[in-house]
């Protein structure tokens, strides 16, 4: 037994381990290359003068990251996200909303996120609600296709089976095919986590108060602050990781009978 748990963590400690060690190198020739090369700030600035300038500006970074994650962020993934997963069961259930709200859906994907931005600003407003908004658009149609196809995962010898047992359609829905569905869903949010930071960046350079990750890149930008422009970056990639891990961890507990979590060991 202990023996097995030990073959086990091998794989999972190397898989931490390489990502590190070659972020690692990358720094240092990182570091190298514009140190020994003499690279102007304004073209790139080594990552120990990006380290200085985020430590410097941890207060204003905060209220940033604040602004830009905790509220819009997440606020916007959740109603996506939890809208998507809605609308795809009530599409499941009602085969004409499945004929008029996914292409509907997929006309909604389509639009253009600089142009869908200053929009959402003029309805609600230059605070974080219009961002989220705009990260409500984005991970809406992911989560609805996702699940959509998720639904219809389960084979025809489980429906029957069910359908030998009298279960309506509630019942096979929370007993086989949302089971079934769970790995497409949890794609979709995996998805949705990373177009959630993105939409709500993108959507503060077209306004929003003196506060935000976006706005602070486009802001700095236009100062050649380019070390505090990589800091927001670099928190921004910090914070997207994280979150993309935090839903990883999740479906790994909710879908450890899945071949692909269970890396096909017996």
Request: proline share 6%; glycine share 10%; aromatic share 10%.
């Given at each position: 037994m202990a023996l097995a748990i030990a073959r086990d963590e091998v794989p999972d400690a190397v898989g931490v381990l390489i990502p590190a060690i070659f972020g690692v190198a990358i720094l240092v020739a990182w570091e190298a290359i514009t140190r020994g090369g003499n690279v102007p700030k304004?073209?790139?600035?080594?990552?120990?003068?990006?380290?200085?300038?985020?430590?410097?500006?941890?207060?204003?970074?905060?209220?940033?990251?604040?602004?830009?994650?905790?509220?819009?962020?997440?606020?916007?993934?959740?109603?996506?996200?939890?809208?998507?997963?809605?609308?795809?069961?009530?599409?499941d259930r009602s085969p004409f909303l499945k004929r008029g709200l996914l292409p509907l859906g997929n006309f909604i994907s389509a639009l253009p996120l600089i142009g869908i931005a200053p929009i959402m600003v003029m309805w609600f407003g230059f605070?974080?609600?219009?961002?989220?908004?705009?990260?409500?658009?984005?991970?809406?149609?992911?989560?609805?296709?996702?699940?959509?196809?998720?639904?219809?995962?389960?084979?025809?010898?489980?429906?029957?089976l069910m359908r030998t047992y009298a279960s309506g359609y509630w019942s096979t829905l929370f007993k086989l095919r949302l089971p079934a569905a769970a790995p497409f869903i949890f794609n979709a949010l995996k998805i949705n986590s990373t177009l959630a930071l993105i939409g709500a960046i993108v959507a503060e350079f077209f306004g929003t108060p003196i506060v935000g990750m976006g706005f602070r890149i486009s802001s700095e930008i236009g100062k050649l602050n380019v070390e505090m422009v990589w800091a927001e970056i670099a928190v921004a990639a910090l914070a997207g990781s994280v979150f993309y891990w935090v839903v990883a961890l999740i479906e790994r507990a909710v879908t450890f009978w899945h071949p692909s979590v269970r890396g096909g060991r017996a």
């Open positions: 304004v073209l790139l600035p080594s990552p120990s003068g990006i380290w200085e300038t985020l430590i410097g500006n941890i207060p204003r970074i905060a209220a940033d990251f604040q602004q830009t994650f905790l509220k819009a962020v997440l606020a916007g993934y959740a109603l996506g996200c939890g809208a998507g997963f809605l609308v795809a069961i009530a599409v605070d974080w609600p219009s961002k989220a908004a705009v990260v409500v658009i984005m991970t809406f149609f992911p989560m609805l296709v996702n699940t959509v196809a998720g639904l219809n995962a389960a084979g025809h010898m489980e429906r029957d």
